[in-house]
């Protein structure tokens, strides 16, 4: 616990949570280690594991008033607002003047529209803290929403009074002269003294860019832009915005190339897919335009602009029955239209980041988007260029910190090998426990200690060298004696390290004819076999393949091998987790995605702590859409270890 916490201060989030992992399991009645490890995970930004967390330790001492609150902090992530309010009244029986409390409650009762509760609590906060400028700040954020811009302005002055250095007031109070009293000069000064303050936040300056677009300030809205994107190359509102003012000075290849990165990130857009059929409209683009635009109608059927596009779009193609039905269908939407009710689309003005933050308030409830939905954004994040590959940089500086922000190659968890080498790390041993290789290595048959791992460090010339000796050293001794079968499982073991699969198969293969029960030969049999499978499809990407429907078939059967070798090992031993594993990572690349969940559940009922298993099954559950259960996947997945979780569930949960 002591240690745990030690590394929590030092915001090394991942290793605490192993520490208060074996306090767990050491004493599961404590509430502590529960709470502690909710911390880790709300500063990883994984809400729905905290919150687990958290409901536990209050499960085990309803007393402790930090797990409440943790509690309702998660939920409020969330958008749980309701609940939040609740968690933190609990929390206030036990600490009635609470800052922090009291202000997180004003924030969530302002996220439900309970404006006059919000007020209430903001005054309690304010009567108890007189010189707390965030409540200044979060009464400010208040009286806007309730269009009283008089007393939110009067709040900014206050905060600004106690602290000249906060930065949340200058972007508050450019915000109430941009939007009130479209004085856009002062807003773009405050916005620069935040930006003085806080030189590295790409949203200061998107948000400066908007007030020096509103004064004709094209250059350095552009200027903004661009260096946004240079703190943070994802930023979809900076590529957006970009994309618009582009277009505004016709620089519709550039416009368009932003907008295309805009919907790898988010495949469902809807303003950019419908910007983007008004670029591809204006450079002959027709059917790209229509496949766009169709994409928005079928979202928004009561939208008359996209119908109006769409329309002209048609005309432009010369179907003429087509674009009268849309432009009858327009005319009949705009009749029935509500006022303002699209006026983001209709309007080509790049826009502000906005005020609030994820707990700063939602609509009261989770959202949960449709299974299709969690797909395409899913697929999005497998097509986008990753900043940073993680199998790369798998070393002990990549494990701590904010690991979620650090975007990593979205792939699964890869093949559990059989090998001499393995990469530890804090975090990790980097090998797993298998009874057969224990067994073996307990003969003392081989020259070194087999290990399972799927982190095998790239072995320099020196130590290839000496597995080339190993192979001469089998040669001579199985030409001098009698071959066994561990003999040949040796050689194999020094081909498998050279990667020269077709020998390590033909040794296995004397091996299984002198041993055919044991299952280890089955699994090493398996892995040359994917190894093999692994290297041809990396020289054919390197030459270029032949027919991809042979190179399918071909490649489908040669997995059919792997399967069968596995499913024999698994009848030999059949509780292996490891076998289950790799079972069940051979079936998704067969594309069998019930089968491979099957298998990984498996391998986790045998191994309730294999963090590799229930990442590869929140994978596939994303994959096809099971946003909630994918997430919950990946949340177990992070607890035991497995870095690159948290990015994807702050990807795919924002």
């Known amino acids: 616990m002591q240690i745990g916490r030690n590394a929590l201060y030092f915001e090394d989030y991942m290793l605490s949570i ?10 599961p009645y404590l509430a502590q280690p529960y709470l502690y490890r909710a911390i880790a995970k709300l500063n990883l930004q994984d809400y729905r594991g905290a919150e687990a967390d958290a409901s536990k330790a209050i499960e085990l001492n309803p007393f402790l008033s930090d797990a409440w609150e943790v509690r309702g902090v998660a939920r409020q992530n969330l958008g749980k607002d309701t609940d939040a309010i609740a968690d933190y009244d609990e929390a206030l029986t036990l600490l009635p003047h609470n800052r922090q409390l009291l202000f997180n409650k004003a924030i969530a009762q302002s996220g439900i529209k309970d404006y006059e509760g919000a007020e209430n609590t903001f005054g309690d906060l304010i009567r108890n803290y007189p010189g707390y400028e965030n409540a200044y700040l979060g009464r400010a954020r208040l009286h806007m929403e309730m269009k009283d811009t008089v007393a ?25 002269a941009a939007n009130s009293g479209h004085d856009f000069e002062s807003a773009e000064s405050d916005i620069s003294q935040a930006i003085k303050l806080q030189p590295h936040e790409p949203s200061l300056y998107i948000n400066r860019a908007f007030m020096r677009y509103h004064r004709d300030d094209y250059q350095g809205a552009m200027d903004d832009y661009d260096y946004a994107l240079t703190l943070d190359p994802l930023n979809s509102m900076a590529l957006f915005n970009r994309s618009l003012l582009l277009m505004e000075v016709s620089a519709n290849d550039l416009a368009l190339q932003d907008l295309d990165r805009v919907l790898s990130l988010d495949p469902d857009d809807y303003r950019a897919l419908y910007n983007r059929a008004i670029i591809h409209e204006a450079k002959g683009n027709l059917n790209e335009a229509v496949a766009d635009i169709t994409r928005v109608h079928e979202q ?48 080509s003005a790049p826009s502000t980041t906005g005020n609030k933050s994820a707990s700063e308030g939602g609509d009261g409830k989770e959202t949960e988007t449709t299974d299709a939905g969690t797909a395409r954004r899913f697929a999005s994040l497998r097509t986008v260029d990753n900043t940073a590959d993680f199998r790369e940089e798998y070393n002990n500086t990549a494990i701590r910190g904010r690991v979620q922000d650090r975007n990593q190659a979205v792939e699964p968890e890869p093949y559990l090998l059989l090998s001499y080498y393995s990469s530890p790390t804090e975090l990790n041993s980097g090998t797993f426990y298998l009874k057969e290789a224990d067994e073996l290595n307990a003969t003392r048959s081989l020259r070194f200690v087999v290990v399972v791992t799927n982190r095998i460090p790239t072995l320099d010339e020196s130590t290839v060298a000496l597995h080339f000796r190993n192979i001469d050293y089998y040669n001579s001794y199985i030409a001098a004696h009698t071959p066994r079968a561990v003999d040949y499982y040796g050689r194999a073991m020094d081909f498998l390290t050279v990667r020269d699969y077709q020998s390590a198969i033909k040794d296995i293969d004397r091996a299984l004819a002198l041993s055919p029960d044991f299952a280890l030969g089955y699994l090493m049999r398996a892995q040359a076999r994917y190894g093999e499978i692994d290297a041809r499809s990396r020289a054919k990407d390197m030459t270029g393949g032949n027919d991809a429907r042979i190179t399918e078939s071909l490649r489908m059967k040669a997995l059919d091998d792997v399967l069968a070798d596995i499913d024999m090992a698994l009848r030999l031993s059949p509780e292996t987790p490891v076998a289950w594993f790799n079972k069940g990572l051979v079936l998704y690349e067969r594309r069998d995605m019930r089968g491979a969940i099957e298998a990984f559940s498996r391998a986790i009922e045998l191994k309730p702590d294999f963090g590799e298993a229930y990442y ?39």
């Open 300 to 347: 928004f059927p009561d939208f008359p602009g996209a119908l109006f596009l769409r329309s002209r779009i048609y005309r432009g193609k010369g179907d003429m029955k087509k674009a009268e039905r849309d432009y009858k269908a327009a005319e009949a939407a705009a009749k029935a239209l509500v006022p303002g009710k699209y006026d983001d689309y209709a309007s």
């Open 616 to 654: 590869n099954r929140g994978f596939i559950k994303l994959e096809n859409g099971l946003r909630s259960e994918g997430i919950a996947d990946l949340s177990r997945a992070g607890e035991f270890g497995i870095v690159q979780a948290y990015n994807i569930i702050k990807r795919i949960d924002r």
């Open 152 to 176: 939110a302005l009067a709040d900014v002055e206050k905060a600004l009074n106690i602290n000249r250095n906060a930065v949340s007031a200058y972007v508050l109070r450019a915000d109430i």
């Open 18 to 27: 192993q520490y208060f992992n074996q306090a767990i399991v050491a004493k």
